[in-house]
């Protein structure tokens, strides 16, 4: 390995980096991926992730392109609508108040599909969405909010697939070894990776170098430092590896810190989830069926719109909201009517979850204020406007009225039993601070100018999501990103032998 010099070294194994890796093969000969996880735990966040993907798609016809094998019987049993590249810009515009960076935002969009089209040909297959982007109407399901597609075996599996095709391609993959910092030439070009694995510190030459080593969320101490009190004692969804690495070794060669700094993506997480990913349970600690309930804290008092908009474009705000509320809890309370309605990770066995027949146990076994509760659910009901058609596949309008908190949006009664409740805190899954790239994937410094040699991707670049993100955004941004940087990256890998 001394003497060797790669032309591309990608920083870390997650979907950005591993697309980064299969697109750089595909110009250069030699890629070598570096992962700080060992083998076992290898995938990054990505590995925890559901799979599923947003794109731009004008019809089921470019769902069959990611989807070839669909039968007649199946696209006969769905609707799924459109979701233009004008959609998709407008909700990225929507979420983050309007301050994702235009220019990466409008490769996002416009290079959604031709990168979904390009992983597939690459061998990484994909299903339809039906568990939890679907609602049964009629004799159809619909498909709702922009999401339609997932990777076959969800995050793990898509992890999986893009590890078969880097090895089919002869990408190297190091285990259990972290990128400490970069090495450059005497003209400041990138020019490899100071390493430390299991035989100890090395250096590793490369031509350029791709980082996509993810966020800070798994740093106790940034994500204090940045996101503020509270934060170093959230849970962790994903990895423990994710701790800013990528991020300080790219600021210690000049490049801009950018993005939001102070937010990041997090989720109501099962109160007694464990402090980082579980590799078996994955993500399904979530609780995203809220809409379909009502949310109080331990006082029994509601805090946020459940119904505000569907759960794509709340459930991050909401996640960081629980923060916020006595001794970071808030409870999730449903009746009979809308069990249905639940997602599957709702009843899984490890959930802490109370069925009971009245408000009162429901209350007392969570140890939320039983006075509190009853009152909340008393009020709350008398202010549902039952005149209006209840329908969970759109913004069906169904409100509350003359609360000091409205809920806007699928308001039902809750009085059948029996009701059931689960108990959620703040788990975060990643961080919105970052890096600064230009349109070509390059790190640039604070003048704009380009770090030669040097290459982002993922979570670890900043300026995409600012407060919120439209939910698969994260894989479709890593995706897209770690494709276009591991492509630059390798052209000017190329350049340089000539
Ligand atoms: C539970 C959960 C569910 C999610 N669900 C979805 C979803 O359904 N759809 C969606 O779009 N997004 C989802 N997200 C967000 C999504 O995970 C991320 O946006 C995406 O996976 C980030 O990809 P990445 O490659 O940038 O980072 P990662 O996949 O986290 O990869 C980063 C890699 O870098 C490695 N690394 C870190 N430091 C070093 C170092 N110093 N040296 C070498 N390697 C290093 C890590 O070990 C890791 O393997 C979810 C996140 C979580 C936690």
Redesign the pocket.
Known sequence: MADKVYDVIV?????????AAMAAKEISESVLV????PEY??????????????FAFDGIEDIKKIIPDMSATEENSIEVGKYTQDEYYDDMMRVTHGLSDPELAQILVRESLPAMEWLQKNGVRFVLSFGRQAFKDGDKYRFWGGLVV?AVG??KGL?DQQFDVCKRQGVDVLYS????NLLQDEKGRVSGLR?LGPDGFEDIHSRSVVL????F?ANAEMRCRYLGPGWEMVK????P??????IK?ALDVGAQAHGHYSSC?A?AWDMNAPAF?DRVI??L??KHSYPFGIITNINGERFLDEGYDFRNYTYVTYGRELLTQPQGLAFQIFDEKVKHLLRDEYWIPQATMVQADTLEELASRLDIDVEGLVKTVEEYNAAVRTDIDYNPTVKDGRRTEGLALDKTNWAQTLDTPPYYGWAVTT????TFGGVKINPRGQVVTNAQDPIPGLYA?????GGLFYYN?P????????MVF?RLSGTSAAQYAEALKD
């Not at 070894?177 to 400490?180: N, Y």
């Not at 939910?471 to 890593?478: C, V």
């Open positions: 920083v870390g194994a997650g979907n950005a980096a591993l697309s570096i992962e700080k996880a735990f290898r995938g990054g966040n990505t590995y925890f992730t559901g799979g599923i993907i947003r997932e969800a995050g992890s070894t972290q990128g400490v390493v996509a080593a993810g966020g969320e962790v969804r994903g990895v590896y994710n701790t800013g690495d990528g070794m993506h989720v990913g994955t993500e600690f979530q788990g975060i899954s990643f991707a993922g979570e670890m670049v993100y939910g698969g955004s994260g894989l479709s941004a890593g770690g």
